[in-house]
Nanobody, 119 residues
């Protein structure tokens, strides 16, 4: 089992940037593919981005492509999400997830961190 703790959320104006972090503990971090999801008020949780175990392969939802960058540091057991040019519609709770097989079906979740983008 792996434990995940997100940080880095907050309030930012539209056009601004934030970097989310996800610290992992427990089983070896490099064993898992990793992903970010988000859930806005009144909406279902949605996929944002994912990366392979090495971080060499990355995937993005169309809504964030070109603005968000996922990365990982396996030596530090940490996943990141750099978010630039933020929009009010990016407002959501962002969740880190560890994946064994299918990126869309994570096996472990963090508790989430709130990101609020004001217009």
């Amino acid at each position: 089992q792996v434990q995940l703790v997100e940080s880095g959320g907050g309030l930012v104006q539209a056009g601004g940037s934030l970097r989310l972090s996800c610290a992992a503990s427990g089983r070896p971090f490099s064993r898992y593919k990793m992903a970010w999801f988000r859930q806005a008020p009144g909406k279902e949780r949605e996929f944002v981005s994912a990366c392979s175990r090495s971080g060499d392969s990355t995937y993005y939802a169309d809504s964030v492509k070109g603005r968000f960058t996922i990365s990982r540091d396996n030596a530090k057991n940490t996943l990141y999400l750099q978010m630039n040019n933020l929009k009010p519609e990016d407002t959501a709770v962002y969740y880190c997830a560890a994946v064994v097989r299918d990126y869309k079906i994570p096996d472990y979740w963090g508790q989430g961190t709130q990101v609020t983008v004001s217009s």
